[in-house]
């Protein structure tokens, strides 16, 4: 998670997490940490109350786990990064390189711009393509795995929506990322409009539609994985021979009967977990329709 001080990002992973914990359409996402969990709840309490925290000052890291009808789906790691680090400042090179790394290396990308600014602000829609440009250069030092991109507008209740003039303002400084997006089969990228404000807005999609592609990434590595086993079974099957496993058994090494075997309990303990991951991701899917992606 990046973008510019003032941007929302603190106050969005706060809201963002007490409204995941009540639970939405059968989801939930609770950390793994008790102080990360009551720090977090806290401070959802106090942005309710229009008293917002501060920016941060370094690379927050929150250990979270998403369950569907209660039962464990995806662990995984939420980073937010300090405005600083989307600066490119010198005085900020070691932000910007930790930034850096982490924009080629994660699953997801959710990229923070103030969207009342941007629509009304040359300056702020000059940073927000800077943003736009750091995602872009990583973008083409990344493999070819799947990766969701969410671009949020942040303060939509400050925002005339229903204005095109508004809203092609708050694009225009993503319109070239978004084309090299949408020439890619592995990057799926939206823009969505969030209010953390005391009407909230859009606050669960940014996460949900990150774990939407991290599920159906697992889904796919599993399903691989069951086909790698199944092929590697047959193969070791085909060379299974009464004389292998005597001279297996004399020898004190695996047959090709029991390799054959470990690659079926492989290929089974994965197709297990692939069954697993069906309901959520049917689940999510039908939570996100609707939502425009580039």
Same mark, same amino acid.
């Given at each position: 998670?990046?973008?510019?001080?003032? #941007?929302?990002?603190?106050?969005?992973?706060?809201?963002?997490?007490?409204?995941?914990?009540?639970?939405?359409?059968?989801?939930?996402?609770? #950390?793994?940490?008790?102080? *990360? *969990?009551?720090?977090?709840?806290?401070?959802?309490?106090?942005?309710?109350?229009?008293?917002?925290?501060? @920016?941060?000052?370094?690379? @927050?890291?929150?250990?979270?786990?998403?369950?569907?009808?209660?039962?464990?789906?995806?662990?995984?790691? /939420?980073?937010?990064?300090?405005?600083?680090?989307?600066?490119?400042?010198?005085?900020?090179?070691?932000?910007?390189?930790?930034?850096? #790394?982490?924009?080629?290396?994660?699953?997801?990308?959710?990229?923070?711009?103030?969207?009342?600014?941007?629509?009304?602000?040359?300056?702020?829609?000059?940073?927000?393509?800077?943003?736009?440009?750091?995602?872009?250069?990583?973008?083409?030092?990344?493999?070819?795995?799947?990766?969701?991109?969410?671009?949020?507008?942040?303060?939509?209740?400050?925002?005339?929506?229903?204005?095109?003039?508004?809203?092609?303002? +708050?694009? #225009?400084?993503?319109?070239?990322?978004?084309?090299?997006?949408?020439?890619?089969? *592995?990057?799926?990228?939206?823009?969505?409009?969030?209010?953390?404000?005391?009407?909230?807005?859009?606050?669960?999609?940014?996460?949900? /539609?990150?774990?939407?592609?991290?599920?159906?990434?697992?889904?796919?590595?599993?399903?691989?994985?069951?086909?790698?086993?199944?092929?590697?079974?047959?193969?070791?099957?085909?060379?299974?021979?009464?004389?292998?496993?005597?001279?297996?058994? /004399?020898?004190?090494?695996?047959? /090709?009967?029991? +390799?054959?075997?470990?690659?079926?309990?492989?290929?089974?303990?994965?197709?297990?977990?692939?069954?697993?991951?069906?309901?959520?991701?049917?689940?999510?899917?039908?939570?996100?329709?609707?939502?425009?992606?580039?």
């Amino acid at each position: 998670m990046l973008g510019h001080s003032g #941007a929302g990002k603190t106050t969005y992973v706060s809201l963002m997490y007490a409204e995941m914990q009540q639970g939405v359409a059968g989801f939930r996402v609770q #950390a793994n940490d008790h102080g *990360h *969990h009551e720090q977090l709840l806290r401070d959802a309490r106090q942005i309710r109350a229009s008293r917002y925290p501060p @920016a941060t000052r370094q690379r @927050a890291s929150y250990d979270l786990t998403l369950s569907y009808n209660g039962s464990q789906v995806l662990p995984f790691t /939420w980073r937010d990064h300090r405005g600083g680090a989307a600066s490119g400042r010198s005085t900020d090179a070691a932000d910007v390189a930790q930034l850096t #790394a982490d924009l080629k290396e994660a699953d997801g990308i959710v990229v923070f711009v103030d969207g009342a600014a941007v629509s009304r602000d040359h300056a702020a829609s000059r940073m927000a393509a800077r943003l736009s440009s750091h995602v872009l250069r990583a973008m083409h030092e990344r493999a070819e795995v799947l990766t969701p991109l969410v671009i949020a507008a942040t303060k939509a209740d400050l925002i005339d929506l229903d204005d095109e003039k508004v809203t092609g303002a +708050i694009f #225009a400084p993503f319109e070239e990322l978004a084309k090299a997006v949408a020439e890619t089969r *592995h990057i799926v990228g939206t823009i969505i409009p969030v209010s953390c404000g005391p009407s909230p807005l859009n606050v669960v999609v940014p996460v949900l /539609w990150s774990l939407r592609f991290g599920v159906t990434g697992m889904a796919m590595r599993l399903n691989a994985k069951v086909e790698a086993s199944a092929s590697a079974m047959t193969s070791a099957a085909a060379k299974d021979t009464l004389t292998d496993r005597i001279v297996s058994w /004399w020898r004190d090494e695996p047959s /090709w009967a029991s +390799i054959a075997e470990d690659h079926r309990k492989a290929g089974l303990r994965a197709l297990q977990q692939l069954q697993v991951l069906i309901p959520p991701a049917e689940g999510l899917e039908a939570l996100l329709e609707g939502i425009h992606y580039f």
